[in-house]
DNA sequence: GGAGGCTAGATTATCGATAAAGTGATGTGG
DNA sequence: CCACATCACTTTATCGATAATCTAGCCTCC
């Protein structure tokens, strides 16, 4: 709730982190399209911070893969091809299944509870269009939920090709209806956590990918 | 060949990128143990290059994972628990089943060709002591096999892992014993990558990453 | 004796200036 | 009119200096 759209970004103390993180947001909320050019000038003027810092978000962006550089050009927002999206999802796929598998079930109380909670708050944003803390409730939700396998390098690596799919994904948060039917996919995902088959809830974790996959499948075969 | 032992650093020209890979080199070799600390003056000093190279060097080894820094504090080698190797190894073993399950089989006659060639540099390398070289050819094999699988991302991650992992395999580089088994193998992938049975080809990938694996995990419960 | 604070030394973080490289427009000779 | 050299402009890369931060040893005061 702190920094909100009506907010300017003069205002607000920035360091790369922050910079890299306003960017994010740029581009999954479409204001900045793949293929469009990051100049150090433009966020140095944007964020008011020295070269310095605004160097070192593109490089932040540059190592999250969702930016790519040329040497002496400077960076610009990474456009995926049809085929980079396939392959990036076919991995998401796998990291997730496998993250599902391995969560313990039945799930402990409390994990249920924070989930439950998350969740509630990303139905909250949905109703009230707002579409960053939908963003963030989202992943926080999904983080947690993985992050129940145990194995902090695989939840690691879910968060990796999360942010890669970025662009992606960004096409499904423009319609409300697909906002509900991802939100109604987590309240069956808890539900699974109460149960003890690992397969279903392994599936439902990979079906959930694919609408936001084959609308922008879609998206780019039209050009 | 370009760059053997005898040649002393301060000769060569370096870039941040031929600095992370030479401390790449010393961790693998041991000379750099985990925990050994990497203060930007010594880089500075050893490769006669400006602070801003040190640094970039040791940012990139972050981000390859093989270094972390503290705020304020400067760089340490990663020194990983027995927890961490268990959870890295289960994701590398994951990551390169599926590769190995998604290579069309049989494998082409110009892959077969250019595995054998590494193939033989690395038995090569073993029998000269060279270690370097054994290194080099190793990884080069590696990646070449993964790479028909056909997914650059899958492919990318399975690298990350392999550097994740740099300091577990160090131990088995000094074994001559362990590398001609490891080589054993490489040889019956090539044979496998010829018939038509995935499955086997992946057991098979995934059993080799087992005696480092254990080695180390041995190695650390000792102390 | 020991808890807290102070200082010196070591180390990283930040900065603004300058160098280097790329880009596109303009003009000239063929 | 086109190929190509030149030049002005934009943007990134590199640098050395300085500021900020942390650490450990020492000292004082209770």
Not at 1 to 19: F, V, Y
Not at 166 to 189: D, F, G, T, W, Y
Request: glycine share 4%.
């Amino acid at each position: 709730m702190q920094t909100r759209d009506d907010i300017p970004e003069q205002e607000i103390e920035h360091d790369d982190l922050s910079i890299a993180r306003a960017l994010e947001e740029d581009i999954i909320f479409g204001r900045l399209a793949p293929g469009a050019r990051l100049t150090e000038d433009t966020l140095l003027a944007r964020f008011h911070v020295t070269r310095h810092f605004a160097r070192q978000a593109i490089v932040q962006l540059e190592t999250m893969g969702i930016v790519v550089r040329e040497r002496n050009k400077g960076a610009t927002v990474r456009s995926l091809t049809s085929r980079q999206v396939q392959e990036i999802y076919d991995v998401r796929e796998l990291l997730q299944r496998q993250a599902a598998l391995w969560i313990p079930l039945p799930a402990p109380d409390a994990l249920i509870a924070e989930l439950m909670a998350l969740h509630e708050e990303h139905g909250r944003h949905i109703e009230a269009g707002y579409l960053r803390g939908v963003h963030e409730a989202n992943d926080r939700f999904h983080l947690t939920l993985f992050g129940a396998c145990g194995n902090s390098h695989l939840v690691q690596s879910i968060e990796l090709y999360m942010r890669l799919s970025l662009p992606v994904r960004a096409n499904s948060m423009s319609s409300k209806e697909s906002l509900q039917i991802s939100h109604e996919h987590h309240r069956l995902m808890i539900e699974m956590l109460k149960g003890r088959d690992n397969w279903v809830l392994a599936q439902l974790c990979v079906d959930h990918l694919q609408p936001s996959k084959k609308r922008y499948l879609a998206y780019v075969s039209e050009n």
